[in-house]
């Protein structure tokens, strides 16, 4: 993969994240019930040296215009395969549970190993992360996020998740239930 500056941020689309974060988060458990819980954000956990009133806001004060670091790109790119479809929201979870492993003596102690650990991430095909279209609008709101998560700029609501799946999937795990956001469901 080679690193490529990105245009403006100018090209970040309107993102669907403008509404302010609600005070609960909605869990859709496996028996098709819903839980609401209250969210628990704690503020010394977050840096909030940005005046930003959502994160669709904090995604457009990024600067995207950086080279990126090989892994800063291994972040980015799991944003954008993993959940480019998802809200900005979904987008920062599947971030901080990669940044999460990272930190835990459990997983390889780099974004990029992390990514590439064997049979973790869908993606990754013969050890390699597919073809970015770096020009995207998915991959400079990507990048912003992955910016967000590593500075912890916006609170989540995944603090601890090591490990998360699609919706769609099962597959019993013996762990514990953080939420479900947009098409994933988020474990610790």
């Not at 995604?59 to 479809?85: H, I, N, R, T």
Request: hydrophobic share 40%; aromatic share 8%.
């Amino acid at each position: 993969m080679t690193s490529r500056a990105l245009s403006s941020i100018d090209a970040v689309p309107a993102v669907q994240d403008a509404a302010p974060q609600s005070p609960v988060s909605i869990v859709h458990n496996a028996d098709g019930s819903v839980t609401v819980m209250p969210r628990i954000l704690n503020d010394a956990d977050t840096n909030t040296d940005s005046d930003a009133s959502s994160l669709a806001e904090l995604v457009k004060q990024q600067d995207v215009s950086d080279v990126l670091d090989p892994e800063m790109q291994c972040l980015a790119g799991a944003v954008y395969f993993e959940s480019k479809g998802e809200t900005l929201t979904g987008q920062l979870a599947v971030a901080r549970v990669v940044i999460n492993r990272s930190e835990s003596p459990r997983f390889p102690d780099s974004f990029c190993g992390v990514i590439y650990q064997r049979s973790q991430f869908s993606f990754v095909r013969g050890g390699r992360m597919p073809a970015i279209n770096t020009a995207s609008n998915a991959w400079h709101t990507a990048v912003a996020i992955a910016k967000i998560a590593l500075n912890n700029s916006w609170a989540n609501e995944v603090k601890g998740a090591l490990y998360f799946h699609a919706r769609r999937v099962s597959p019993g795990w013996g762990r514990t239930k953080l939420v479900a956001i947009d098409n994933h469901v988020f474990y610790r």
